[in-house]
């Protein structure tokens, strides 16, 4: 059964309008989806990276890569000039080519944004056989909408028509460091996943598949290792060095935000000086986490070195590392990241838009969940019109006080210009939201039936997949089974190493759903990976189903030709939820 709803113009773009919904459908269908059923716009084939060639159910889902990882950036070239929604972004995202951001005399300050879930725009996508970018002239939905385009346009919200964003997200970046910072330089990045993070819609109205969501989920890993080398790839050497006078500050709106902080995770893991990441309603709610589509921040926040927000500049290494400064802001789906040493350095802030989006839960959930993409936009010069404390952009430095958070102090009053940017001190839990640790202790996997192709090892130690030694492709799979049934495991992780990938190589996690199909969950692409070891996780909620084990499969898909490619695999784990 498929999910429809019209909204306010916001609600055609963020993320995960359907999910509360799901709720209110589940006597008249289950909320049941086939995965099988092809949609309704037309498929044509791609003329970049092969698909994987397989005959299962869910290879449509397995998508081609048609873009190196630097062709992805698009760098803003329209300063703070104002564009309507109905005005195309595409003239003003330049391309980019490797070194050409360098070190000046005066320090650049380089923005780097990521959009999330595109619902609405795969039939964009497939018409121009996925090599189209977020930005594109022809990225648009049926209704000639680009996703997230609140990053260039202004927000307002709907009860009252109360200014969120008196322009976008991208020249209020600009604006802020004008106002800030007026003898430095600054850059805008923005970077596209938009082929892999589109589902679809028909005839201008917004049809959901219950579970499509998981696929944009399932592309974050992989887009996180891209965004990663493409900026090293853009800059120069020396620009993120821990000398530098330069900073880099990654953003990331929901999907995009798991985007956002696997990059950062691998900037830093590398030695380079990442100064701030900010994630804005990473979805973690129960409702996300049971469709498999939570991002799972919480690993990979404690796999990184996360500043003090009230810690002395310049930061001094730790572990080889650079840390750097986190801050997460809530409005619909998020929670607040607490409970270990690194997350309790995360500056958490709880914000409200039912006030101004009201509480309904049909109309109006993607409204609320971007407007903490659409407040941070507005917060430094709201905050300094109506002379409230700085907040937001205008962060850091952070207040000494800031620990453990804050939240929006406008909660049961009448919204206004001025009261919108108050925020009050205290933890997000005291406000109502929860926070939430992500770990896990080591996985137990049974085998579940035989291997295909050249497979070694056990999961208890590692797993070795090979491409096969002769001339023809052979497949290599893993069966596995792991008890998710138990309350609080919520999915799985692993270390991963590719040595030898090929531009059409794919590797593939598919997981039991409901109706006992193998539905995708995890993919990456040959083309794509770097060298070394990377931690992946991927959220996969299957204790609804009422059994003790979920069968998951690993697919390795070796391109014609890859005689030596190799995948190794250790350190499974469970990926619980521990509320605090």
């Excluded at 409230?388 to 205008?394: E, F, L």
């Amino acid at each position: 059964m498929h999910l429809s709803f019209t909204s306010h113009p916001l609600a055609r773009f963020p993320f995960f309008s359907f999910l509360l919904l799901c709720s209110l459908m589940l006597m008249l269908s289950g909320c049941k989806s086939d995965p099988q059923k092809e949609p309704d716009v037309e498929e044509q084939e791609s003329n970049c990276s092969p698909k994987i060639q397989s005959d299962a159910d869910w290879a449509s889902n397995v998508y081609p890569n048609c873009f190196e990882n630097i062709e992805r950036l698009g760098r803003w070239s329209g300063g703070t000039q104002l564009l309507s929604p109905t005005m195309s972004p595409d003239t003003f995202f330049a391309s980019v080519t490797k070194g050409e951001i360098k070190t000046a005399k005066k320090p650049i300050h380089l923005y780097v944004v990521t959009h999330g879930w595109a619902p609405g725009f795969r039939a964009s996508v497939r018409k121009q056989n996925f090599n189209i970018k977020w930005w594109s002239n022809t990225a648009t939905d049926a209704e000639g909408i680009w996703a997230s385009d609140w990053y260039w346009t202004p927000t307002k919200g709907v009860s009252p028509d109360l200014v969120v964003s008196e322009t976008g997200l991208i020249q209020q970046l600009i604006l802020q460091e004008q106002t800030t910072h007026p003898d430095d330089s600054v850059i805008v990045l923005a970077y596209s996943w938009i082929d892999n993070s589109a589902t679809d819609s028909t005839n201008g109205i917004h049809v959901f598949h219950n579970t499509e969501v998981r696929i944009s989920e399932a592309y974050t890993n992989i887009n996180g290792l891209r965004l990663a080398q493409a900026i090293e790839q853009v800059v120069a050497t020396g620009f993120m060095d821990s000398s530098s006078h330069n900073r880099l500050h990654i953003l990331g709106h929901s999907h995009g935000s798991k985007v956002a902080t696997v990059a950062a995770m691998e900037l830093q893991k590398a030695g380079y000086k990442v100064d701030q990441l900010t994630t804005m309603d990473p979805p973690e709610s129960y409702a996300t986490l049971t469709w498999d589509a939570a991002n799972l921040l919480g690993f990979y926040f404690d796999s990184m070195e996360i500043a003090s927000p009230t810690a002395h500049q310049p930061l001094p290494k730790v572990n080889g590392r650079i840390p750097l400064l986190v801050e997460n802001y809530i409005s619909e789906f998020g929670v607040a990241y607490k409970g270990t040493p690194q997350t309790d350095n995360i500056v958490n802030v709880a914000l409200y838009p039912e006030n101004i989006f009201g509480t309904s839960e049909t109309g109006n959930i993607a409204d609320k969940h971007a407007y903490s993409a659409t407040w941070y936009a507005g917060a430094a010069v709201g905050a300094r019109d109506n002379g409230t404390d700085s907040v937001g952009m205008d962060w850091p430095p952070f207040p000494a006080n800031n620990n453990p958070g804050w939240y929006q102090s406008w909660k049961g009053k009448t919204p206004s210009e001025e009261n919108q940017w108050k925020l009050s001190l205290g933890h997000a839990h005291d406000a109502g939201l929860s926070t939430r640790v992500f770990g896990g202790a080591l996985a137990v996997i049974h085998a579940d039936g035989s291997t295909k192709g050249h497979v070694s090892g056990q999961p208890d130690d590692r797993l070795v997949f090979r491409a096969a030694a002769g001339k023809a492709t052979e497949n290599a799979l893993y069966m596995g089974k792991v008890d998710l049934a138990e309350s609080g495991r919520f999915g799985l992780a692993f270390d991963i190493k590719w040595d030898g990938p090929m531009d059409g190589d794919y590797f593939v996690v598919t997981v039991e759903s409901e109706d006992t199909y193998q539905e995708v969950i995890l993919v990456l692409d040959g083309k794509s990976v770097t060298s070394g070891w990377h931690q992946v996780s991927f959220n996969s909620d299957q204790s609804v189903t009422g059994l003790s084990d979920t069968h998951f499969q690993l697919h390795f898909f070796p391109i014609a030709g890859n005689k030596h490619g190799e995948i190794t695999f250790k350190n499974f784990q469970y990926i619980t939820s521990t509320e605090r």
